[in-house]
């Protein structure tokens, strides 16, 4: 599989443990830097190109990396396509393809073990999309509010 990572200071170690460990795997890694430490670095550049690839190519899967994986989330919720969900455990990670069909997972370095950290990817990435129909109408939804901005519409119940 083609996975797409970024990061910044925070979770470049991280970043590069991954790119190995999934590498040695089979996986197809794309790394979008950054290349070197700096920790005065910011995250967007890395993690929107990341998000960006795997919006271009929907067979791939992407992870973004930082201290606690929030603004690395954020960042890759901007772009069109994009479905990233923040990993705190396998069961979050599964969950996020599972129900979320989540393409990007988002993960902090500062906050977890590299191994908790690990297999929280490979959870991630070994999971497919449910397809339940509950699931898929919630995605629509979404997908629909990104492509025009209007709002869905409210139950009858409310």
Known sequence: MRVHIGSDHAGFDLKNHLVQHLKSAGHDVVDHGPAGYDAADDYPPFCLRAAEAVAADESSLGIVVGGSGNGEQIAANKVKGVRAALAW??????????????????????????????????????????????????????????????????????
Not at 106 to 121: L, N
């Open 89 to 158: 455990s396998t069961e979050t990670a599964e969950l996020g393809r599972l129900h979320n069909n989540a393409n990007v997972v988002s993960v902090g370095a500062r906050m977890h073990s590299e191994q908790d950290a690990t297999a929280f990817v490979e959870t991630f990435l070994a999971t497919e999309y449910s397809g339940e129909e509950r699931h898929t109408r919630r995605i629509d939804m979404l997908s629909a509010y990104e492509e025009t901005g209007e709002l869905p519409p409210l139950p009858s119940s409310s």
